[in-house]
T-cell receptor
Framework: EAGVTQFPSHSVIEKGQTVTLRCDPI?????LYWYRRVMGKEIKFLLH????????ESGMPNNRFLAERTGGTYSTLKVQPAELEDSGVYFC???????????FGPGTRLTVT | RKEVEQDPGPFNVPEGATVAFNCTYS??????FFWYRQDCRKEPKLLMS???SGNEDGRFTAQLNRASQYISLLIRDSKLSDSATYLC???????????FGIGTKLQVIP
């Protein structure tokens, strides 16, 4: 069974540009989460989808971040326009029936210069 | 005060040693607790859930102390392959929302 996949693995963009990160959860997992780890800090929750609906987006930093999960399958996280402080590793995770048993993807390392 | 606090370490221990990590949490309403393991530049992976009665999985034992609001992880007979960062994760009271600690780095040396 394929795990959670994320694309791209690395992205380097300039301040003010737009970047879109993609996450493909484990097939059949209704729950999808986005997290971010800024260097030297804890992994922080961004938001949680149940199928295509946003269950909790309390961790989204500001309105420059937009997450979607059309059709309840893969999800995208767009940052527009990117700022220097957006640099970090963005993890996606999914879970099925065991709600707290989250499986993480390898992450996307975003560098904003 | 952080919601979940961990000593970042590093803990350098010889092979075969027993090592224990603690993690404290501030939200007394938290119900679910976990230990995740993260290898360098890799994703976190669930190591074990922590139950009120404590639980054991091979060389790993997890304990929960609700009165003092901390959880612990004990690793016996440390192996070189145990070297990693151990993340304490606590549900934050919201629907499936969890809070991560900074992680404790363990280095097992030959």
């Amino acid at each position: 069974e394929a795990g959670v996949t994320q694309f791209p693995s690395h992205s380097v963009i300039e301040k003010g540009q737009t970047v879109t990160l993609r996450c493909d959860p484990i097939s059949g997992h209704d729950n999808l989460y986005w997290y971010r780890r800024v260097m030297g800090k804890e992994i922080k929750f961004l938001l949680h989808f149940v199928k295509e609906s946003k269950q909790d987006e309390s961790g989204m930093p500001n309105n420059r971040f937009l997450a979607e999960r059309t059709g309840g399958t893969y999800s995208t996280l767009k940052v527009q326009p990117a700022e220097l402080e957006d640099s970090g590793v963005y993890f996606c995770a999914s879970s099925g029936q065991l709600l707290y048993e989250q499986y993480f993807g390898p992450g996307t390392r975003l560098t904003v210069t | 005060r952080k919601e979940v606090e961990q000593d970042p370490g590093p803990f350098n221990v010889p092979e075969g040693a027993t090592v224990a990590f603690n993690c404290t949490y501030s939200n007394s309403a938290s119900q679910s607790f976990f230990w995740y393991r993260q290898d360098c530049r890799k994703e976190p992976k669930l190591l074990m859930s922590v139950y009120s009665s404590g639980n054991e999985d091979g060389r790993f034992t997890a304990q929960l102390n609700r009165a003092s609001q901390y959880i612990s992880l004990l690793i016996r007979d440390s192996k070189l392959s145990d070297s990693a960062t151990y993340l304490c994760v606590v549900n934050s009271g919201g629907y499936q929302k969890v809070t991560f600690g900074i992680g404790t780095k363990l280095q097992v040396i030959p």
